[in-house]
């Protein structure tokens, strides 16, 4: 199964790099929430190319990102968040992309020669295998990806190993309120809509906190406090997650 969902997302994600299409585009089960938008002044002065976006939230909102930093992008996509990062951490930092789809590899190398981005770099990998050095990052960010993956833990260790003592990290993803339907969770489609490998939020805490993680928020995706207990059983919704490595 786990093979029949990674090939699956890497189809869907892969003509989605071709055509540009979003996945909060109409017609598809979207896997963005109302309050998925970044503020127009981030976005400003980005060509239509760099904004290119498949996530469900602004994971830079609360990643605390700081001039010199070095930050990971998992699955990172077009690149739009590794662009605004590169923005934030500035010439003495650096921001390296992980995306397992080559189309979308080849399209955020583009934009960013496109940009004249001397700080940002792409590289094909899983997130399960990050190609990446150990204790080599400050900062883990991802958006909307590590739903995708059909081994969540592995890339909590993954995600531990590669950041320095005391580094972030700052996700925002599709989680659910108790455990999906099995023939959910069984659906590749389902998965590539970001729907059917979204965590229970619990669950979601326990992983990191499992894999070494401390610290662990979860929040909404404004990065208010998120009321879970209002949210109905079974739901699938947007949050922001946050943790440190101690």
């Known amino acids: 199964m786990r093979n029949s969902i990674r090939e699956t997302v890497r189809r869907y994600y892969a003509e989605r790099a071709r055509t540009s299409t979003s996945c909060c585009g109409p017609g598809t089960v979207s896997c963005c929430g109302p309050d ?14 760099a904004a290119f976006s498949l996530g469900c939230g602004n994971p830079l909102l609360l990643a605390d990102l700081r001039p010199g930093d070095t930050v990971l992008d998992l699955g990172s996509g077009g690149g739009l968040d590794c662009f605004l990062a590169a923005r934030l951490v500035g010439p003495t930092g650096r921001v390296i992309g992980v995306d397992m789809t080559p189309e979308m590899v080849e399209r955020s190398r583009a934009t960013a020669r496109h940009l004249g981005l001397v700080n940002v770099e792409f590289r094909q990998g899983y997130l399960e295998d990050l190609p990446v050095e150990d204790g080599s990052v400050d900062v883990v960010i991802s958006n909307c990806v590590i739903n995708l993956s059909p081994d969540k833990p592995r890339v909590f260790r993954e995600m531990y190993r590669v950041l320095r003592p005391g580094g972030r990290v700052s996700i925002a993803d599709t ?69 440190r490595k101690p």
């Open 36 to 49: 998925a938008l970044y503020a127009p002044d981030l976005l400003a002065g980005l060509p239509g190319e």
């Open 175 to 243: 989680v659910s309120k108790g455990l999906l339907p099995e023939a959910v969770r069984a659906d590749p489609e389902v998965w590539s809509a970001c729907i059917g490998g979204a965590l229970d939020v619990e669950e979601y805490r326990r992983g990191l906190a499992g894999a070494g993680f401390s610290e662990v928020e979860v929040r909404s995706p404004d990065g208010q406090p998120l009321l879970v207990d209002r949210i109905p059983d079974g739901v699938v919704f947007s949050a922001l997650i946050t943790a």
